[in-house]
T-cell receptor
Framework: DAGVIQSPRHEVTEMGQEVTLRCKPI?????LFWYRQTMMRGLELLIY????????DSGMPEDRFSAKMPNASFSTLKIQPSEPRDSAVYFC???????????FGPGTRLTVL | SQQGEEDPQALSIQEGENATMNCSYK?????LQWYRQNSGRGLVHLIL?????REKHSGRLRVTLDTSKKSSSLLITASRAADTASYFC??????????FGAGTTVTVRA
C-alpha cells in the first residue's frame, strides 16, 4: 500500500483565498483524522471521521474550516477565507482501529500571506 | 489541549549513547503511544503500550509505563544519526482521539 496520500505537499496562498487540502487514506481504514501542527500549539486534532461520517469536529477552530469525506477513499479540508494564522502543517491520518496505531500522511505545509 | 508533556524539550547525544525521554499525562488512559517525526515529514508510529502493561521492547526501543505516576519513558539504545528526530507521546483516553505532547527533539551527533 502507498500509505496515506496528501496533496498538495506545499500551498502558498494569499489571505482571503479558499484553500482545499486533500487526503486519501489507506485502503480498508475506516477512521480518518485531520490534524494541524504549529510551533505554538503543537499537534492538534481538528476532526475525525468513521465510515465517512464526521464523529467529532470539536477541534475545528472556526466556521471558516470545513471537512468532508464523500467516500471511503477521499477527504477534503477546506479553509474559506484563509488567514495568515492558518499557516501550519496539516496532517491526515487513518487507521482501522482507533485505539491503535494511526498512520500519518506526509502533510501539507500551508502558508497564507 | 495537550494531555502529554515530554521532557526534556531537547536532547543532544553522541552516536552510540542512549537517549531517554519522558512523558507525563493528566488523566487515565487506555494506552500510550510513541511516534517519531523526522524534519519535514509525517509522524511514524514506534510503539504502543497498554495501560495494563509496564514495559515493552521493540528493537532498540524500550518503553515503560507507570500508571500510578501517570508517566512513561522512551529509551533509545545505541543511538544512530538516523535517530535524529522529534519524538512525541500520544495518549488515548476513551474517546478515540489521540492527544499529543509537545515533543522532544533529539539530535544525535556523529
Amino acid at each position: 500500500d502507498a500509505g496515506v496520500i496528501q496533496s498538495p505537499r506545499h500551498e502558498v496562498t494569499e489571505m482571503g483565498q479558499e484553500v482545499t487540502l486533500r487526503c486519501k487514506p489507506i485502503s480498508g481504514h475506516d477512521y480518518l483524522f485531520w490534524y494541524r501542527q504549529t510551533m505554538m500549539r503543537g499537534l492538534e486534532l481538528l476532526i475525525y471521521f468513521n465510515n465517512n461520517v464526521p464523529i467529532d469536529d470539536s477541534g475545528m477552530p472556526e466556521d471558516r474550516f470545513s471537512a468532508k469525506m464523500p467516500n471511503a477513499s477521499f477527504s477534503t479540508l477546506k479553509i474559506q477565507p484563509s488567514e495568515p494564522r492558518d499557516s501550519a502543517v496539516y496532517f491526515c491520518a487513518s487507521t482501522d482501529n482507533p485505539t491503535d496505531t494511526q498512520y500519518f500522511g506526509p502533510g501539507t505545509r500551508l502558508t497564507v500571506l | 489541549s495537550q494531555q502529554g508533556e515530554e521532557d526534556p524539550q531537547a536532547l543532544s547525544i553522541q552516536e552510540g549513547e542512549n537517549a531517554t525521554m519522558n512523558c507525563s499525562y493528566k488523566t487515565s488512559i487506555n494506552n500510550l503511544q510513541w511516534y517519531r517525526q523526522n524534519s519535514g515529514r509525517g509522524l511514524v508510529h514506534l510503539i504502543l503500550i497498554r495501560s495494563n502493561e509496564r514495559e515493552k521492547h521493540s528493537g532498540r526501543l524500550r518503553v515503560t509505563l507507570d500508571t500510578s505516576k501517570k508517566s512513561s519513558s522512551l529509551l533509545i539504545t545505541a543511538s544512530r544519526a538516523a535517530d535524529t528526530a522529534s519524538y512525541f507521546c500520544a495518549t488515548d483516553a476513551n474517546d478515540y482521539k489521540l492527544s499529543f505532547g509537545a515533543g522532544t527533539t533529539v539530535t544525535v551527533r556523529a
